[in-house]
Every structure is written in structure tokens, then in C-alpha cells.
């Protein structure tokens, strides 16, 4: 089946550094990335959306200048977390759906948790 | 703009018993998918189970089963012969139809503990 690599699954940064995050589709294309923010037993929350080629559409209330996207091919799309803080830390996944699935076709990375010391 | 609520936050169930999680949502549209979402510890997504909403008949996979009422705008799931491995966090998700490759929306999610 469709498989998405998240890697790091864990990393910890200083604060004011820039983490990168990056989701690889394994064994297919993926047309749209969205990437979520998960705090400890709550739901996801949706950051941004991706598609291959284009600029991301950030949701209210994410600063598009701290946390990048980039989805430059159909088979990789990155978030750079940048400048991180405390505050920035959290869990963070990605779902991807893929070209010629039927529409109820996402994969979800297996997440990263950011701790910003 | 559409919602998905899960008013259990906390679930328990006794070993091979049988768990029923609550769903509601509210949409306008009529061509729209539903979804529930498995998160074990590891925090690994895991699809349980869909149903498209225009089919009528209830989706069913394995020992999960859902209960659709489209007019009530309710989506059930239920567990039967609960197994340890069940104990997670289970998600409600919303899509609308259509190819534009829209979002998820996700409910706040209820804790499922089974107990031995």
C-alpha cells in the first residue's frame, strides 16, 4: 500500500534555530501534502496545504514565514520550522493523497516531535 | 464551514466486550466522505474504516462497523470483540466530495482504554 516517510521522527533544536521536516511519498505521487500540528491528546490541526508546483495555502493563524513549505516535486514536500521556540514545540504529521486514488486516498506520515530547548 | 463533534473524550471497554464511539457533523454538502481514524501510542494514523455518503448501507471491516444516519448526521463506530490492541485514540473525519483534494476535519477525538 501507499507509504509516506516522515523523518525525523524526533529531533531537538536550539532555540532560534531552523528544523527541517521532511515527507516522502514511497511508492506514489502525491498531487497534495497537508501537513497538521498535534498537541498532546488533542486532534490534529491543520497548518497548510501543499500541492506540487504551487505556493502552500497556510490556514488562519499559521505564520507562513516561520513554518515553510515546500513541495517542489511529487514525491517530497518539507516544512522548515524557522527561528523555533518553545512554543513551537509539538507533534507534527503529514498526510498525503496521491494522483489516480480513489478519493478517499490519504497516507499519513508516521510524525515528527519537535522539542525546541 | 464544517464540524465534527465527539462529545466522549474518555471510553473504557472490558476485554471481547463491544464499544460503541459517538460522531456527529454538520455540512451542507451532500456528496461527502466519513472517516475513522485509529492513533495508537505510537501516534501512527491508522484508516479504520470509511463510508461514502451516498451509500446507504453501513461500511463494515472486520470487527468495526459504523452506524450512518445521514439525516441525523451521525456517524457511530462500533467495536465488537474488543482487543487490547484497540486501546487508542480514535479519530471522526469529514471530507467533501469532489476531486479538489480538500481537507480533512477532524473531530477532537475520544480515548479508548480496554481493559483486560
Known amino acids: 500500500g501507499a507509504v509516506v516517510s516522515q523523518h525525523p521522527s524526533r529531533v531537538i533544536c536550539k532555540s532560534g534555530t531552523s528544523v527541517k521536516i521532511e515527507c516522502r511519498s514511497l511508492d506514489f505521487q502525491a498531487t497534495t501534502m497537508f501537513w497538521y500540528r498535534q498537541f498532546p491528546k488533542k486532534s490534529l490541526m491543520l497548518m497548510a496545504t501543499s500541492n506540487e508546483g504551487s505556493k502552500a495555502t497556510y490556514e488562519q493563524g499559521v505564520e507562513k514565514d516561520k513554518f515553510l513549505i515546500n513541495h517542489a516535486s511529487l514525491t517530497l514536500s518539507t516544512l522548515t520550522v524557522t527561528s523555533a521556540h518553545p512554543e513551537d514545540s509539538s507533534f507534527y504529521i503529514c498526510s498525503a493523497r496521491a494522483i489516480g486514488t480513489l478519493n478517499y486516498g490519504y497516507t499519513f506520515g508516521s510524525g515528527t516531535r519537535l522539542t525546541v530547548v | 464551514a464544517q464540524t465534527v463533534t465527539q462529545s466522549q473524550p474518555e471510553m473504557s471497554v472490558q476485554e471481547a466486550e463491544t464499544v460503541t464511539l459517538s460522531c456527529t457533523y454538520d455540512t451542507s454538502e451532500s456528496d461527502y466522505y466519513l472517516f475513522w481514524y485509529k492513533q495508537p501510542p505510537s501516534r501512527q494514523m491508522i484508516l479504520v474504516i470509511r463510508?461514502?455518503?451516498?451509500?446507504?448501507q453501513n461500511a463494515t471491516e472486520n470487527r468495526f462497523s459504523v452506524n450512518f444516519q445521514k439525516a441525523a448526521k451521525s456517524f457511530s463506530l462500533k467495536i465488537s470483540d474488543s482487543q487490547l490492541g484497540d486501546a487508542a485514540m480514535y479519530f471522526c473525519?469529514?471530507?467533501?466530495?469532489?476531486?479538489?483534494?480538500?481537507?480533512?476535519?477532524f473531530g477532537e477525538g475520544t480515548q479508548l482504554t480496554v481493559n483486560p
Open positions: 463510508q461514502e455518503a451516498y451509500k446507504q
Open positions: 473525519a469529514y471530507r467533501r466530495g469532489g476531486t479538489s483534494g480538500s481537507r480533512l476535519t
